[in-house]
């Protein structure tokens, strides 16, 4: 009897834990389509031991992906060059091969960072920022922050204050303050870089707590809109942006490093809406 033809197209997938509420197959499918490539993008729960090799047998045969929550850190031993931006951050999101050796790239950093010039261009303070969480994400965030102008001021929380410590340490910048409590902030703007609020039941903190309130809160997570976080910030008149925009920026930038070439122009941008148009 013969077997199901073996599908040839090449393989990408996003790795994370947890995977299922990840719009990145839909956006990068759809560009793949756009441009008529042989490859097919997937997601892929995977563990704390297995994602490093699973990350290089992917690239090794032909294909590639992306790295999410919480292996971003876990998966950079594994790889066998990497970019200044991974250097910079300990953190990968984005892997592929090339002669033989497998690379990894953080376009978090260029991803947070278009959509921070476009959410900050009008405000009149955006420092200090207050960043909630010390992850793979927050390691992109800060590092964009840091090299950006009029960022005087970093307040840094995390639910485990020892890895914020450990964070602020490692980046060496007086302008890096971490915070054993929130409440005792008063941000120009809150940028949520934890994953509380992926499946949309409750926000990392009360906006209303803080001592000020906020000009604009930037929420790494996102999905159905608007996240628990920006839902509270709407209910204070704060304006607020989710991960949406730095989701297809970051996705952008990961296709021109897999192929040498950007996708086919706002193909990225016009799946996600319809993605999320569907998940109503
Ligand atoms: N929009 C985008 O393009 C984009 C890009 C990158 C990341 N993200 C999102 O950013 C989030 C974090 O990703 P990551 O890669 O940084 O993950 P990660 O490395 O696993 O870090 C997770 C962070 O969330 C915190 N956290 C988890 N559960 C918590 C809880 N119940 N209360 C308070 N804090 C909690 C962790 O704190 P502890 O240290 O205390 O565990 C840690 O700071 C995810 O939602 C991801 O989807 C979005």
Redesign the pocket.
Known sequence: MKGRPRDRRALYAILGDPVAHSLSPAIHNAAFHAAGRRARYVARRVSAEECGEIMRALAMDGGGGNV???H??RVVPFLDRHTRAVAATGAC?TFWARDGEVWGDNT?VE?FMGMWRTATSSLPDRSPVLVL??????RAVLHGLLRSSGISCVLLW???VV?AERLAAELDDDRVRPLSDWRASAPAVVVN????G?RGRHA?IELEALHATPNLVID???GRVPTPLCRQAEKLGVASVD?RG??VL?AEASYARWFGQAPPRDVMGSALEAACRGRE
């Open positions: 999410t929550v919480p971003k850190e999101n978090d991803g969480g010390a992850g793979g994400a927050a995390n639910r485990t890895r870089t934890t994953s509380v992926i990392v790494l997570v996102y991960g730095m989701l970051q």
